[in-house]
């Protein structure tokens, strides 16, 4: 016959130690993704081009609860509009992965090398000089379209900064997170 005996004491303490864990897991395993984000954020930051103010790649919890956290990093369209195609390039230089937008009779001539775009959504606005395209036509450097101004903007190159950030820092963030979790663990567990 097999005789089974328990330390009631040492269950109940098992029991407790059990219950701070639930109650603490989600908080803490928040943390460790609000963690995550932040280095995710930081290594973006590093690859960009130009300001480094971090209200330009905002992060946030946008889901939590006991089941589920999701985190996201991404660019403030009011403060970074011109995010995408910095990430992307543009005209016949961008990387491909996105279709051109706005394509007109000047873009297609041009070779896919220059176009109009508002000249408030430009940070350098040349003066009123011209541009004389491959053709030999003298293009002008800045419009005038209803009234409103535009510029002339030549294609770039891709400056990747969130896509290399996202992929390299994936491992750290979860270690990240799993460095919170096991805190946790060995705070409760003691």
């Not at 609000?34 to 280095?39: T, Y």
């Not at 016949?92 to 959504?121: E, V």
């Not at 030549?154 to 390299?168: C, G, L, N, Q, V």
Request: hydrophobic share 35%.
């Amino acid at each position: 016959m097999i005789d089974i005996s328990w330390n009631k004491e040492n269950l109940k303490s098992f029991e407790k130690k059990m219950e701070a864990l639930i109650k603490e897991l989600p908080e803490t395993a928040k943390l460790g993704v609000n963690d995550a984000l932040k280095n995710t954020q930081e290594k973006a930051l590093k690859n960009k081009r130009g300001s480094k103010n971090d209200k330009m790649i905002p992060t946030e919890i946008i889901l939590y609860n006991k089941n589920k956290i999701i985190g996201r990093i991404y660019t403030d369209k009011n403060l970074f509009s011109y995010a995408p195609f910095l990430e992307f390039g543009t005209g016949n230089k961008a990387d491909g992965t996105l279709p051109h937008i706005g394509k007109t009779k000047m873009f297609h001539r041009s070779g896919m090398q220059c176009w109009y775009a508002p000249a408030d959504k430009i940070k350098k606005v040349y003066s009123d000089e011209a541009y004389m395209d491959l053709f030999g036509e003298v293009i002008p450097m800045n419009a005038y379209f209803n009234g409103k101004k535009y510029a002339l903007v030549f294609a770039t190159k891709p400056y990747p900064f969130m896509r290399p950030a996202s992929f390299s820092s994936r491992q750290e963030n979860a270690d990240l997170v799993n460095e919170r979790i096991g805190k946790l663990l060995m705070e409760v567990l003691k």
